[in-house]
């Protein structure tokens, strides 16, 4: 395989730039991520539907990942119960090293074998589940044989790199390939690469819960009320859906229930 990632940049001498040249540049290297991702929109999409088909038949979805790409895949996760009401452990991160330790560096754990089967083995992982690999090189070990072990029970995997035709993407039965090139710090893969992830990990999260039913119109319907912020959204969003005119009679209906979904429901059902 050819390690695109640890190609030189394509810039160089980067201590004799001024701040303008070096926020030009790398801007310039950004803008070229969003194209590659839509040159992979069929994989992409092909990866997103077997999400949504394992969750729609009550399966798991397991991001597996190490470094800069794993603990972007954790943040992801970490916010679809609040902002979708999904329930916990439906979708789900597995860190190299441990969430409990995301703060820390500890890259050397991407090289554990046997630590990435390990946790989708305490998980109960089986083949109602979906495994997605995370890893820019396509090579991390963690992640390599984490699937490659998911691949030898017939659990359904997946994968995003950003190096083409790599170990991992031939281990994954949904491969996402986004080679975003050289970065712009040779080997720098939190940068290019990591925008690309992250950008992957919304577009993915969101047309998958949307797929699921925890979206309607283009409103988050099942967001938990955990501020004032979102409550004050909530109100306002069930006066518009339900032509209640009064702010603190919503407002009270939506407490009563805890989301706009089951207030409406409730409404609806008051109306047959």
């Known amino acids: 395989m050819t390690r695109i990632t640890e190609q030189p940049s394509l810039y160089d001498h980067l201590e004799t730039k001024s701040v303008e ?4 540049y790398i801007n310039q290297e950004d803008a070229k991520v969003a194209k590659v991702i839509e040159g992979e929109l069929p994989s992409i999409n092909k990866l997103i539907s077997a999400i949504v088909d394992k969750l729609n038949a009550g399966g798991r979805m397991f991001y597996l990942g190490a470094g800069s790409g794993g603990r972007l895949s954790v943040l992801d996760v970490i916010e679809l119960p609040t ?4 329930p916990n452990g439906i979708y789900n991160a597995i860190l190299a090293g441990g969430i409990e330790r995301m703060a820390d560096a500890l890259e050397e754990k991407e090289d554990e074998l046997e630590e990435g089967w390990n946790a989708l083995v305490d998980a109960g992982v089986n083949t109602g589940d979906i495994v997605v690999g995370i890893s820019a090189s396509g090579t991390t070990p963690f992640v390599l044989e984490g699937l490659k072990r998911c691949r030898s029970l017939n659990v359904t995997t997946g994968c995003i790199v950003s190096n083409p035709s790599s170990p991992i993407a031939d281990q994954a039965d ?3 390939e986004v080679v975003t090139g050289p970065e712009f710090i040779t080997g720098s893969t939190r940068m290019k690469c990591g925008t690309a992830q992250k950008m ?6 969101t047309t998958v819960m949307t797929r699921i039913g925890r979206i309607e119109g283009n409103n988050m319907v099942n967001v938990k009320l955990i501020n004032d912020k979102i409550l004050d ?3 306002k969003m069930l006066m518009q859906k339900a032509e209640i005119k009064n702010y603190e009679e919503a407002k009270s209906i939506l407490l009563a229930h805890g989301t706009v979904k089951e207030a409406m429901e409730n ?3 008051k109306h047959i």
């Not at 040249?21 to 030009?24: P, S």
């Open 233 to 235: 959204r909530g109100v």
């Open 174 to 176: 949904y491969p996402v």
């Open 83 to 86: 902002t979708y009401g999904l």
């Open 21 to 24: 040249e070096l926020t030009r």
């Open 267 to 269: 409404i609806m059902k």
């Open 200 to 205: 992957l990990f919304d577009m993915i999260s």
